[in-house]
Nanobody, 123 residues
């Protein structure tokens, strides 16, 4: 089983910055894509950003130019640097990972999710 632990959320004023981190641990044979989704109250979970094992990134249009996703493959960790935060960025942010790993006694490629970290942007 792979566990994802997020950190770095909190309360910040509009225009400010936060850095989210997500560390994956467990029996990981190979890590593929990692990234973030978010879910605001009353809304569906939406894609924020992703990064491949080769460091190719993809961003939602709403965060392009403001958020930067990076990863440390040796540590199975991703970092989401969020700048110029807006009120509409307020949400619970969920880390995800796609990994070739051991799960329930079987080796395979699986998706994993973190518990989420709250980001609140105030005016």
């Amino acid at each position: 089983q792979v566990q994802l632990v997020e950190s770095g959320g909190g309360l910040v004023q509009a225009g400010g910055s936060l850095r989210l981190s997500c560390v994956a641990s467990g029996v990981i044979l190979s890590m593929y894509d990692m990234g973030w989704y978010r879910q605001a109250p009353g809304h569906q979970r939406e894609f924020v950003a992703s990064i491949t094992s080769g460091n190719k990134t993809n961003y939602a249009d709403s965060v392009k130019g403001r958020f930067t996703l990076s990863r440390d493959n040796a540590k199975n960790t991703v970092y989401l640097q969020m700048n110029s935060l807006k009120l509409e960025d307020t949400a619970v942010y969920y880390c995800y990972a796609n990994a070739y790993s051991l799960r329930a006694g079987r080796v395979g490629r699986y998706d994993y999710w973190g518990q989420g970290t709250q980001v609140t942007v105030s005016s």
